[in-house]
């Protein structure tokens, strides 16, 4: 079994696209998305249209979501499952991406914010790209991706370890010209940060690197810094 989603959908109703046996849902044109909560879980959904506009919450529990482009304006409460395909995953500025668990196969854009409490993987080089008006923040310590080959996280805003005393893991290649902000804990770069322009802070936390490269812009503040 299976359907297709298509066109403008607006509503205070709760989707729940939940199958048990491989059901396969279609989203084709390019709709807006609209109604209250819409719930992911144990199926599959193409995205066979250039894009897909979620504007509310989607809660993705486990399957597989690949195809084109998905552009969240709301909440993403993503725990498990995989998101692959083409396609790029965009959280849109004033939209969230609240992350406890799944695999990343496709390339990720950040203009919001993620809240990372439970650790994301990787089984494809990937590209992610905090832009500007984005905020990463490590909540607890969980990391941010085992990734494989050579995935780059490519930071133009502000990367924050705000929650416990442990370490988070950033397994990506990053490339930061943005803020760097250490509150508490410590952020490890395990495959190396290059600072081209803009900051990283020392606020009480501290930063680790396999290597580092600062090339502009500043290191400062009060903790530890080993790389």
């Known amino acids: 079994g299976g359907s297709q989603i298509a066109g403008t959908t607006e509503g205070g109703a709760t ?5 048990s046996f491989g059901e396969t849902h279609t989203v084709a044109g390019s709709p ?3 109604v209250a909560r819409t719930r992911f879980s144990t199926t599959t959904l193409t995205i066979s ?8 919450q989607l809660d993705v529990e486990s399957g597989t979501i690949n195809g084109g482009d ?9 725990s498990g499952g995989t998101m692959g395909g083409s396609g790029i995953t965009t959280i849109e500025r004033g939209g969230v991406l609240n992350l406890s668990g799944g695999v990343l196969t496709r390339d990720l854009q950040n203009e919001g914010r993620i809240n990372i409490t439970g650790t994301m ?4 080089p990937v590209r992610i790209v ?5 905020v990463i923040d490590f909540q607890n310590n969980a990391s941010f991706g085992t990734f494989l080959g050579n995935s780059r996280l490519d930071n133009l805003g502000v990367i924050v370890k705000s929650g416990l005393t442990g370490a988070s893991n950033i397994d990506a290649i990053v490339a930061s010209t943005g803020t760097i902000l250490a509150d508490r ?3 490890n770069f395990r495959a190396g940060l290059t600072q081209g322009a803009g900051q990283t802070v020392l606020s009480g936390g501290s930063v680790a690197a396999a290597n580092f490269l600062l090339q502009g812009g500043e290191l400062s503040g009060t903790g530890t810094f080993a790389g």
Request: hydrophobic share 45%.
């Open 121 to 124: 993987a990787a089984s494809n």
């Open 49 to 56: 249209g250039p894009r897909w506009f979620v504007r509310n």
């Open 15 to 19: 989707l729940q696209l939940v199958a």
């Open 130 to 134: 905090n832009r500007e008006t984005g």
């Open 70 to 78: 998905l552009l969240v304006r709301g909440t993403l409460n993503w």
């Open 32 to 34: 807006n998305w609209d």
């Open 185 to 187: 804990g410590t952020l």
